[in-house]
């Protein structure tokens, strides 16, 4: 009976530690997959940053309106229209912590303006 006994009481031990092992495995596969997620999150941030700056350095040396707000000479209104928004949610000072985001979003306004007035 005795030898029973261990045998039993060797067979829960072994279940209870392949139990502890599968959920150690679980954990470390569950935090590699967040570190990874993060990672990913952190590298598309400094890539919108990065696009961000660029955006913010093409308009403040752009020489023409056009050239600010990236379209061809002679653009549709909507066509204007269109890029003024798409620049302006990705360079308003409220949305933006760039540096320059300001000038450049003042500076984008105006070349808008500037376009705008031509189809009236």
């Not at 392949?18 to 993060?38: I, N, P």
Request: proline share 1%; hydrophobic share 35%.
């Amino acid at each position: 009976m005795l030898e029973e006994e261990k045998r039993q009481r060797a067979q829960k031990l072994a279940k209870g530690f392949a139990s502890a092992v599968k959920a150690a495995e679980e954990f470390h596969a569950t935090r590699k997959a967040q570190e990874q997620a993060m990672e990913e999150e952190e590298r598309l941030d400094r890539e919108a940053k990065m696009h961000e700056e660029e955006s913010i350095s093409r308009v403040l040396v752009a020489e023409t309106d056009y050239e600010v707000l990236d379209v061809k000479v002679g653009a549709t209104q909507e066509e204007v229209r269109a890029a003024y928004r798409r620049l302006a949610r990705e360079l308003h000072p409220d949305k933006s912590t760039a540096r320059r985001a300001k000038d450049a979003f003042q500076r984008l306004t105006k070349a808008y303006q500037s376009l705008s007035s031509t189809f009236r």
